[in-house]
Nanobody, 119 residues
Framework: QVELVESGGGLVQAGGSLTLSCTAS????????MGWFRQTSGKEREFVAG????????DYADFVKGRFTITRITANNTVFLQMSGLKPEDTAVYYC????????????WGQGTQVTVSL
């Protein structure tokens, strides 16, 4: 069974906003820091944002600081990525996973959710 399911992606215009969701199937995920990564065609997967086990500490890649916000609701086993001021270069498939710092702990990656930002 799939452990993490991402949703909320879509097509938006530059400058627009979008919120992604990641839901875990097992509540043990609440004990781990979680992170969002993204990948574009032909490029390596890159770290976007992370949040600790209780949501009190966050970490962001420089290219999204001030534009993206990562949050989580432990009771719902859900992690969110609120995105605003979207740019065409934000276009990618976004994935969530357990993290150790900025290192993903996924044995394998799920389907992710596609975000496309038009000019």
């Amino acid at each position: 069974q799939v452990e993490l399911v991402e949703s909320g992606g879509g097509l938006v215009q530059a400058g627009g906003s979008l919120t992604l969701s990641c839901t875990a199937s097992d509540r043990t995920y609440s004990n781990y820091a979680m992170g969002w990564f993204r990948q574009t065609s032909g490029k390596e997967r890159e770290f976007v944002a992370g949040v600790n086990w209780n949501g009190g500490t966050t970490d962001y890649a420089d290219f999204v600081k001030g534009r993206f916000t990562i949050t989580r609701i432990t009771a719902n086993n859900t992690v969110f990525l609120q995105m605003s001021g979207l740019k065409p270069e934000d276009t990618a498939v976004y994935y969530c996973t357990k993290v150790y710092g900025r290192i993903p702990l996924s044995d394998s990656w799920g389907q992710g959710t596609q975000v496309t930002v038009s000019l």
